[in-house]
């Protein structure tokens, strides 16, 4: 099942790259809303949306390692008809333009891994910020996130019991430093993200980078359409791998 977008040559235009990008959030919210029908009248699929995240990073994960040990692409790049290739291995003028074991096992973790903390990062800060706003709304006893806090060498009060209490307090409060600093730092840390993004895709957009994200520069991979060829014989392959018996069948008879 491939899609091809217009454009001419082997490099993908701006709008096939940005559609195969926002793919797999488009992906995990159909997922999601299907399953909270369905968990309607099937209750143990709460269990699944329990663990969204996770759930999620595993089908990705799952998705994107036979894609990418198959294809040369993502999920997202292979159901585009493109591929990646090495920018290396063009520079060294190789026969062989297929990506090194290194770049997909680095590819696996810039496409589930990063996405995967960064939306723990967010869910972390979105719950100190409410936090925060139900303290200047009902002047809840709870402390919000801000800097003065975390310098302040305060520590909350907690009940002082028997020494496994006394654990529990200390994890708490390890607990509840870590999430302050991850909602005072956060807010940094994804406008620098949006902003390396935007550069790079705007740069894209111009023609005058062959990267579309900071991700790919750093791994040495470009992003080019598949030839005829390659889409063939990628076919060809996966069949191969889902029907093996029917291969060995038509082998010999």
Same mark, same amino acid.
């Given at each position: 099942?491939?899609f091809?977008? #217009?454009?001419d #040559?082997?490099?993908? @235009?701006?709008?096939?790259m940005?559609?195969?990008?926002?793919?797999?959030s488009?992906l995990?919210?159909?997922l999601?809303y299907?399953?909270?029908v369905?968990?309607l009248? %099937?209750s143990?699929? $709460? %269990?699944i949306l329990? *663990? !969204?995240? !996770?759930?999620?990073?595993?089908?990705?994960l799952?998705l994107?390692? $036979?894609?990418?040990r @198959?294809?040369?692409?993502?999920?997202a790049?292979s159901l585009?008809?493109? +591929?990646?290739? /090495?920018?290396r =291995? %063009?520079l060294?003028? &190789? +026969?062989?333009?297929?990506l090194?074991k290194r770049?997909?096992?680095?590819?696996v973790?810039?496409?589930?891994?990063?996405p995967?903390? +960064?939306?723990?990062?967010h869910?972390?800060?979105?719950?100190? %910020? !409410?936090?925060?706003?139900?303290?200047?709304?009902?002047?809840?006893?709870?402390?919000?996130?801000d800097?003065?806090?975390?310098?302040?060498?305060e520590?909350?009060?907690?009940?002082?019991?028997d020494s496994?209490n006394q654990?529990?307090?200390?994890?708490? +409060? =390890?607990a509840?430093?870590?999430?302050k600093v991850i909602?005072?730092c956060?807010?940094w840390?994804?406008?620098? /993200?949006?902003g390396?993004s935007f550069? *790079?895709?705007?740069l894209y957009?111009?023609d005058?980078t062959?990267?579309y &994200?900071? #991700?790919l520069?750093a791994? #040495?991979?470009q992003v080019?359409?598949? @030839?005829?060829?390659?889409l063939? /014989? @990628?076919f060809?392959?996966?069949?191969l791998?889902?029907?093996?018996r $029917?291969? /060995?069948?038509?082998a010999?008879?």
């Amino acid at each position: 099942m491939l899609f091809q977008v #217009g454009g001419d #040559g082997t490099r993908p @235009t701006f709008f096939e790259m940005a559609a195969a990008q926002q793919l797999p959030s488009s992906l995990r919210a159909a997922l999601t809303y299907s399953l909270g029908v369905f968990a309607l009248r %099937r209750s143990f699929l $709460h %269990r699944i949306l329990d *663990y !969204e995240d !996770e759930f999620f990073a595993s089908l990705i994960l799952v998705l994107e390692g $036979h894609s990418l040990r @198959t294809t040369d692409a993502s999920f997202a790049e292979s159901l585009y008809g493109l +591929k990646r290739k /090495s920018v290396r =291995l %063009r520079l060294r003028l &190789s +026969k062989g333009s297929g990506l090194e074991k290194r770049q997909r096992i680095l590819s696996v973790v810039f496409l589930v891994v990063l996405p995967s903390f +960064k939306s723990k990062l967010h869910a972390i800060y979105n719950k100190e %910020r !409410e936090a925060r706003l139900r303290e200047s709304l009902w002047g809840a006893e709870e402390q919000g996130f801000d800097e003065d806090y975390l310098f302040s060498g305060e520590e909350p009060v907690v009940s002082r019991g028997d020494s496994g209490n006394q654990e529990l307090s200390v994890r708490v +409060k =390890l607990a509840t430093r870590i999430k302050k600093v991850i909602a005072v730092c956060y807010p940094w840390m994804h406008a620098s /993200s949006d902003g390396l993004s935007f550069t *790079y895709q705007l740069l894209y957009l111009l023609d005058a980078t062959g990267f579309y &994200s900071l #991700g790919l520069q750093a791994l #040495g991979v470009q992003v080019c359409r598949a @030839t005829g060829q390659e889409l063939v /014989s @990628t076919f060809f392959l996966i069949f191969l791998e889902f029907s093996p018996r $029917h291969y /060995s069948s038509l082998a010999c008879p």
